[in-house]
C-alpha cells in the first residue's frame, strides 16, 4: 500500500507543475494575435476554443474546438472544421508564462488539393 501511494504521489509531482499553470478562463495569446482560451481542466491536458488571426496561417477566424494534453510536452490540436483544417502545436511550455511550439497545418485548398504548413508560435499567457 505504501508503495502504492507513494507511486501516485510522485505521478502527480511530475504532472502538476505543467497542469498548474492551465485554470479555466485563462487566455494565451500568439505574437501574431491569436487567441486561446481554455475552457477546462482535464486530467493530464485541457480544453478550449482557438481563433485564429494570422493572416499568414490560413484565413479562418471563427473560434475552433482546442484540445492539448500537457506534462513535460505540449501537444495541442486544433479542428477548424468550417475552413477544412487542422493544426497540431507540439512543443515545450516554461511552467510560468510561455508555450514554445512549431506547428503543422493540414488543410484543403481552394483547389481542393490537401496542403500542408508549417510554423512555429509562442503562446503568452494574457489573462
Known amino acids: 500500500m505504501k508503495r502504492l501511494v507513494f507511486a501516485l ?3 502527480l509531482y511530475l504532472e502538476s507543475p505543467v497542469l498548474a499553470q492551465f485554470a479555466r478562463g485563462q487566455i494565451w495569446t500568439t505574437e501574431k494575435g491569436s487567441t486561446l482560451v481554455i475552457t477546462a481542466v482535464t486530467p493530464g491536458g485541457f480544453r478550449g476554443t482557438f481563433t485564429n488571426k494570422s493572416a499568414d496561417f490560413f484565413p479562418c477566424s471563427v473560434p475552433s474546438p482546442a484540445t492539448a494534453t500537457a506534462s513535460f510536452a505540449f501537444i495541442m490540436s486544433v479542428n477548424f472544421t468550417k475552413c ?3 493544426a497540431v502545436w507540439r512543443g515545450d511550455t516554461d511552467r510560468v508564462l ?3 511550439a512549431p506547428w503543422a497545418l493540414t488543410y484543403v485548398d481552394q483547389t481542393g488539393k490537401p496542403q500542408t504548413k508549417y510554423g512555429f508560435d509562442v503562446f ?3 489573462r
Open 98 to 100: 510561455a508555450i514554445t
Open 124 to 126: 503568452f499567457r494574457t
Open 9 to 11: 504521489l510522485c505521478f
Open 84 to 86: 477544412r483544417a487542422t
